[in-house]
């Protein structure tokens, strides 16, 4: 028999894990549902187990997840954001509304029926009518100040008429399925990995530094609940808050049910459940709440839930089909990565014909054949998964995949990568390959060449005119007015292009490259501790590794990308084009703030940190999330917080922007 003490442990360990790649990276690896299981699992051994010891950290079961980061200032709610308990179970809501009953036995109970968004929670702080601050839930204490991303989310009024002098008020940002489908065709289209669903990109969105890319990103936000409130009698039930909100012109729930009781509550969650595909935000179930505030404070609140609420979550939409085919799609870097072909099936209110297969070794640890009848699940995802075979439908003459001779059949030649589950094209000359490096090359992310699309790519790589990224910037007009649709102002205006790409920053030249496992983040990090592409190229795997976010796997890809000789003879060939090869920090030396450290804090009158943080990397200097003796100069805004303390506190220079502005030039 398993060790308890053992068990919790582990159980706790792992539950960590899911908490940082959901709240801090927002790249979950497992479902909600697969989530609550495992922490229903420790809750049931810790109440089993009283006795054991496990330090002065709270167990997950009686916390709430962080999703603060420390590039962000962070910000005390002044009302805690709560988690809800939450079930998946209708006899376990019927259970909820009896302990209520038990509790209020002379008094009648209405509850509210709200849909359960499937997003990123956030509260918004007004005083005297004004957006101040949004913030994020972090630990349900204080979450990161996102108010420069918030702001730019449409539908959001800047001001209210007639509110409290001060009020929070609450609710979820998300993506809609239209957008998102947006930014993954053009991620597509450049041979890059797709976002795995809607909630994971709006919280990545979210929390990106620099809001003009948060701006291009389209996020929309509902509202539905207050936290604090001055004064305190402004609202005497939650639905009082709803039309509230509606006259305040906030964006809110399309629906919500007043029930009179639990049994009541339940069938308005089954109407829930016939609507929520029509709705503008995705729901994953129905949050149960008490309607008046007077028996919510009486019902009282645990270690990280209220005891008057309650979240039933609907079960994700699994559907059997057939599996016709498994396609196999070639990525920027040769990258081969399996899909399976479906039988159209309808699931979460959209056609599927397609479902990721990650990988070769997914194939085979669920043996998954193309004519076999497959179960596919659809948990928020765009691209469903296959979860398991139907083996009693498999035909007779069924035979395995094999990932290796599938490749040779095509004609495809390629080896599997010895650091992951992952098959790449050897051949460099492969067109397929080609087009999509360079489709990857031209992207706004990387060269940002206008005028260069798919289509583009396609019709040079067929015609033999471009094979690698230094062919782009020897193409002339005349033979650009040889493609179809090209006109002569067509054709100066990519000859343009190109030209004016030759001047982008090192970190865009870096990341265009194709090199594997090297994305924008790691281009930025190289650029930021090298003075050039030759500097990167010559260095070696422990001076990559110690770069800061450049891990093991990561330096040997990159070590190795610039030892090949074909990539050898690239370089040389895009330097003597002209491209810009220097590091950004090799022209700033000389700058005001070469070598200073600077950490901003609070809201600025005019700009945005972003716009500052450019001006400080323009001027030399770099910039920090947190205040130490080794920070030279703090620039501070409105609301500064505990970072404006700590620099009065040692003795650090204290700059407003107007000190900032003259300072930089």
């Known amino acids: 028999m398993a060790d308890p003490q053992k068990t919790i442990a582990r159980l706790r360990a792992e539950i960590a894990e899911h908490d940082r790649l959901y709240y801090k990276e927002a790249q979950p690896k497992i479902d909600d549902q697969a989530y609550d299981r495992l922490k229903a699992e420790l809750a049931q051994l810790e109440a089993a187990n009283p006795e054991f010891d496990f330090g002065a950290a709270p167990s997950p079961t009686q916390s709430v997840g962080d999703d603060r980061l420390e590039a962000f200032e962070s910000y005390r709610h002044r009302k805690p954001m709560l988690s809800l308990d939450n079930t998946y179970s209708s006899a376990e809501l019927i259970e909820f509304g009896q302990r209520l009953l038990k509790r209020f036995p002379e008094q009648a109970l209405t509850y509210l029926v709200?849909?359960?968004?499937?997003?990123?929670?956030?509260?918004?702080?007004?005083?005297?009518?004004?957006?101040?601050?949004?913030?994020?839930?972090?630990?349900?204490?204080?979450?990161?100040?996102?108010?420069?991303?918030?702001?730019?989310?449409?539908?959001?009024?800047?001001?209210?008429?007639?509110?409290?002098?001060?009020?929070?008020?609450?609710?979820?940002?998300?993506?809609?399925?239209?957008?998102?489908?947006?930014?993954?065709?053009?991620?597509?289209?450049?041979?890059?990995?797709?976002?795995?669903?809607?909630?994971?990109?709006?919280?990545?969105?979210?929390?990106?530094?620099?809001?003009?890319?948060?701006?291009?990103?389209?996020?929309?936000?509902?509202?539905?609940?207050?936290?604090?409130?001055?004064p305190g009698n402004y609202f005497s039930t939650q639905s009082e808050i709803q039309q509230?909100?509606?006259?305040?012109?906030?964006?809110?729930?399309?629906?919500?049910?007043?029930?009179?009781?639990?049994?009541?509550?339940?069938?308005?969650?089954?109407?829930?459940?016939?609507?929520?595909?029509?709705?503008?935000?995705?729901?994953?179930?129905?949050?149960?709440?008490?309607?008046?505030?007077?028996?919510?404070?009486?019902?009282?609140?645990?270690?990280?839930?209220?005891?008057?609420?309650?979240a039933y979550k609907f079960e994700a939409e699994r559907a059997e089909t057939l599996l016709k085919e498994i396609s196999l799609q070639i990525g920027r870097t040769g990258a081969v990565t399996p899909v399976a072909i479906l039988e159209p099936v309808q699931l979460a209110g959209t056609t599927v014909s397609r479902a990721?297969?990650?990988?070769?070794?997914?194939?085979?640890?669920?043996?998954?054949?193309?004519?076999?009848?497959?179960?596919?699940?659809?948990?928020?995802?765009?691209?469903?998964?296959?979860?398991?075979?139907?083996?009693?439908?498999?035909?007779?003459?069924?035979?395995?995949?094999?990932?290796?001779?599938?490749l040779k059949a095509l004609g495809i030649e390629a080896e599997r990568d010895p650091t992951q589950a992952v098959w790449r094209i050897v051949s460099k000359d492969d067109p397929i390959r080609q087009q999509r490096a360079l489709e990857h090359f031209a992207s706004r992310a990387c060269m940002d060449i206008e005028n260069l699309g798919s289509a583009v790519v396609e019709q040079l790589v067929k015609r033999g005119m471009v094979q690698t990224q230094a062919d782009l910037y020897t193409l002339t007009e005349a033979q650009l007015l040889e493609l179809d649709k090209f006109a002569e102002k067509s054709a100066q205006n990519l000859i343009a292009a190109l030209e004016a790409s030759k001047q982008r920053e090192l970190w865009q030249l870096i990341h265009g490259l194709g090199i594997p496992h090297v994305g924008k983040q790691s281009a930025k990090d190289l650029e930021a501790n090298f003075d050039s592409l030759e500097a990167i190229a010559s260095a070696t795997e422990e001076q990559l590794e110690a770069v800061d976010g450049i891990g093991s796997i990561m330096a040997q890809s990159i070590h190795a990308w610039f030892a090949d000789s074909d990539n050898q003879s690239l370089i040389q060939q895009l330097k003597a084009h002209g491209l810009n090869f220097e590091s950004a920090r090799q022209a700033q030396a000389d700058g005001v703030l070469a070598g200073k450290t600077v950490v901003l804090t609070g809201a600025l009158p005019t700009l945005t940190r972003d716009e500052a943080t450019k001006m400080i990397e323009a001027a030399g200097g770099r910039t920090s999330s947190s205040v130490s003796k080794k920070t030279d100069y703090v620039l501070a805004g409105e609301a500064a917080g505990s970072k404006y303390a700590k620099a009065e506190k040692l003795g650090i220079a204290i700059l407003d922007e107007d000190e900032f502005k003259q300072l930089v030039g």
């Open 244 to 310: 509230k909100l509606k006259e305040w012109q906030f964006p809110v729930l399309e629906k919500y049910w007043l029930a009179d009781d639990i049994e009541s509550a339940w069938k308005c969650i089954e109407e829930l459940d016939t609507l929520r595909q029509n709705f503008a935000y995705p729901t994953d179930g129905a949050v149960v709440k008490l309607n008046d505030f007077a028996q919510q404070e009486e019902a009282g609140y645990t270690s990280k839930a209220p005891r008057w609420a309650i």
């Open 356 to 406: 990721t297969l990650h990988n070769e070794d997914e194939i085979q640890r669920k043996d998954i054949r193309p004519g076999d009848t497959v179960l596919v699940q659809k948990a928020g995802e765009i691209i469903p998964q296959v979860l398991s075979v139907n083996l009693a439908k498999r035909p007779a003459d069924s035979q395995p995949f094999i990932f290796g001779e599938h």
């Open 114 to 230: 709200e849909p359960k968004i499937d997003g990123v929670a956030v509260s918004l702080s007004y005083e005297d009518g004004a957006l101040v601050r949004a913030v994020s839930r972090g630990n349900g204490i204080e979450g990161d100040d996102i108010t420069s991303n918030v702001r730019g989310i449409r539908g959001l009024p800047d001001k209210i008429q007639g509110a409290p002098t001060v009020l929070e008020v609450r609710g979820e940002i998300y993506m809609r399925h239209q957008e998102f489908e947006r930014i993954n065709a053009a991620r597509a289209a450049e041979g890059q990995a797709l976002y795995a669903n809607p909630r994971n990109l709006a919280a990545g969105t979210i929390k990106l530094l620099d809001p003009a890319e948060a701006r291009s990103r389209q996020l929309d936000i509902v509202l539905y609940g207050i936290g604090a409130c001055e």
